[in-house]
């Protein structure tokens, strides 16, 4: 089997797949890796590392003609260049485009959507968006403290006691849970809030305070992820939003729904009664955004507030978010790869669930019941 590795575009900084990964590859049997020119450039790791431990260098073209399987982050038309023998491995939020499955389905290719990975335990090591989300966390957190016009922690000087800052986290996922851990290192009085019970034993354990709301819809079927709530809730919740924001120096938003628009948790009215120089770290801005003024990949100011939306944070932490999103991969590939060969177990609850299409027809679940396929 010959492995390809593609170059990311638009300004994305990561790679798929790092040097220190390929010797596991090497032992799934893969006889040759290709890596396209400058790969990992932006991640701060050369050709010759590459080439150090094995891979070759290669083009586009000979990539995208001579691999059995080619392996990018974020899709960009390849599979249009493939044939139905090839394997394209990617991030490519299916649920997001029903139209991108559907030319898939006509197309008939064979693909693995790594944002489709099960929420289970066996599947951990495999989690893309768990390790891109820890890197989204941590890094909200600082771009928040450099925008915020005061200090993070509490400090008692001669010229007096500065007050410790005020943040609040919206959603205790993955990414709301490392900005809590972050924004406390940093000495900020931390408050989280999540329609999840089962988060506010994680929420309270990382020394931040519960934004308790009562009557929140919980579904156990969800793997992990909010669900849509009543009216009667989303309204109570909307107050208590309002009113902790009203005192919150920074506000870091990561609550969204698969296949749907992120929820508005921080409305226009909202933001009238924030402080001045107050700061919103938006990571759903992709899908909406939980901040009704929220524009996706700017950075703006609105009603004194500013408001950075960027759904992209682990890009900017390139090194450290491709080797995480790379040892998922090389994980993943375990099950995938067998003495060199493609093994197609759909018996295999992973590889049946993170496969987007293959042999005209959606495989994975999910996609399936999301976007309505029978």
Not at 273 to 292: F, Q
């Amino acid at each position: 089997m010959i492995v390809g590795i593609l170059k990311e575009t638009g300004g994305e900084n990561r790679v798929a797949v790092t040097p220190d990964t390929l010797t596991a590859l090497q032992k799934y049997g893969v006889q040759k890796i290709l890596v396209e020119s400058g790969a990992g450039e932006n991640a701060h790791i050369s050709d010759a590392d590459y080439e150090a431990k094995g891979a070759e260098i290669s083009t586009v073209a000979a990539i995208l003609k001579d691999a059995n399987m080619v392996i990018k982050i974020h899709p960009n038309g390849e599979t249009d260049k493939l044939t139905k023998e090839q394997v394209f491995i990617a991030q490519m939020n299916p649920l997001g485009s029903k139209e991108m499955v559907d030319g898939l389905i006509k197309s008939g290719h064979t693909t693995f959507s790594m944002d489709l990975i099960p929420r289970t335990t066996r599947a951990q090591a495999m989690d893309v968006l768990s390790s891109m989300a820890t890197a989204a966390g941590y890094k909200a957190v600082l771009s928040a403290a450099v925008h915020l016009p005061t200090f993070f922690p509490m400090f008692m000087t001669a010229a007096g006691t500065i007050k410790p800052a005020k943040v609040l986290i919206l959603g205790a996922g993955v990414a709301g849970l490392q900005a809590i851990a972050t924004a406390r290192r940093l000495g900020a009085v931390v408050e989280a809030f999540d329609v999840r019970a089962a988060a506010k034993e994680e929420v309270l354990s990382l020394g931040a305070k519960f934004v308790e709301v009562e009557g929140a819809k919980d579904d156990a079927s969800a793997g992990g992820y909010a669900v849509e709530q009543t009216e009667e809730y989303k309204k109570r919740q909307a107050q208590a939003v309002q009113d902790h924001c009203a005192a919150a120096d920074v506000v870091i938003c990561t609550a969204q729904i698969p296949g749907r628009r992120a929820p508005i948790l921080v409305k226009k009215e909202t933001l009238e009664n924030m402080k001045s120089g107050a700061v919103i770290v938006d990571l759903a801005a992709s899908t909406g955004g939980n901040c009704e003024l929220t524009e996706n990949d700017k950075t703006v100011v609105k009603h004194g507030v500013t408001i950075i939306g960027d759904s992209n944070l682990s890009s900017s932490i390139p090194k450290d978010a491709s080797q995480m999103f790379s040892k998922n991969i090389s994980n993943f590939l375990k099950l995938l790869i067998n003495d060199g060969k493609l093994n197609l177990d759909w018996e295999d609850d992973i590889i049946l669930g993170t496969c987007l299409t293959h042999g005209g027809e959606v495989k994975s679940g999910r996609v399936k019941q999301i976007l309505k396929y029978d």
